[in-house]
């Protein structure tokens, strides 16, 4: 069973950064895809960075590229780096994680949102 635990949410100004971490537990074979998701108040919940950490492909959404840069820090722990922090990244952020035999298995699962594994979430607030 794979759990996954976010942190480093927190409330900045625009143009500020943050580092978020996801921290999973359990057999890394059930969890070599990982993505970041977004969802703000109101809205569909939004797929933004992407990682198939067999070979470290990464993937974001348009609105993103630039400024998120996701990685794998270890076998445990993949980040998200946000830069240029801007008031429409407020949401709560979720990390997610699925099995793929390939990177473009990753890459559907990251569009289709389809992921065996949630965490919990941390918020993002962006101030202008």
């Known amino acids: 069973q794979v759990q996954l635990q976010e942190s480093g949410g927190a409330s900045v100004q625009a143009g500020g950064s943050l580092r978020l971490s996801c921290v999973a537990s359990?057999?890394?074979?059930?969890?070599?895809?990982v993505a970041w998701f977004r969802q703000a108040p109101g809205q569909e919940r939004e797929g933004v960075a992407g990682?198939?950490?067999?070979?470290?492909?990464t993937y974001y959404t348009d609105s993103v590229k630039g400024r998120f840069t996701v990685s794998q820090d270890n076998v445990r722990t993949t980040s998200l780096q946000i830069n240029n922090l801007k008031p429409e990244d407020t949401a709560m952020y979720y990390c997610?994680?699925?099995?793929?035999?390939?990177?473009?298995?990753?890459?559907?699962?990251?569009?289709?949102?389809?992921?065996?594994?949630w965490g919990q979430g941390t918020q993002v607030t962006v101030s202008s």
């Open positions: 359990g057999p890394l074979y059930s969890r070599n895809c």
């Open positions: 997610a994680a699925r099995v793929s035999g390939a990177t473009a298995d990753c890459y559907s699962g990251f569009l289709k949102a389809d992921f065996a594994y």
């Open positions: 990682v198939y950490t067999v070979d470290g492909d």
